[in-house]
């Protein structure tokens, strides 16, 4: 089973930077699509960003130029660097795995963590 913990939410200031973190643990040999998503309460959870393990990224309309998403391949780690703030940010984070393979080759599709709190107030 793959496991993600995300930590780093808190609240922050219109403008203000905030940096939110994600490790993945379970055994795993490889990982696929790392991203986050998030959700406001009374929305849907909308994608984020997302990286391939290749580097590759795709960002939300809303936060290009903004956030950066980035990854550890080595570690299982993914981060989301965000910038600029803005009150609309305010949501549930949530880390996401699309595909892991872990030792003895089982695959796991579609792993979440339990969401970490943004609050962009002032």
């Known amino acids: 089973q793959v496991q993600l913990v995300e930590s780093g939410g808190g609240l922050v200031q219109p403008g203000g930077p905030l940096r939110l973190s994600c490790a993945a643990s379970g055994s795993i040999s490889s990982i696929n699509i790392m991203g986050w998503y998030r959700q406001a309460p009374g929305k849907q959870r909308e994608l984020v960003a997302t990286?391939?393990?290749?580097?590759?990224?795709n960002y939300a309309d809303s936060v290009k130029g903004r956030f950066t998403i980035s990854r550890d391949n080595a570690k299982n780690r993914v981060a989301l660097q965000m910038n600029l703030l803005k009150p609309e940010d305010t949501a549930v984070y949530y880390c996401n795995v699309d595909r892991a393979v872990v030792a003895g080759g089982w695959t796991y599709f579609n792993s979440w963590g339990q969401g970490t709190q943004v609050t962009v107030s002032s």
């Open positions: 990286i391939t393990s290749g580097g590759s990224t």
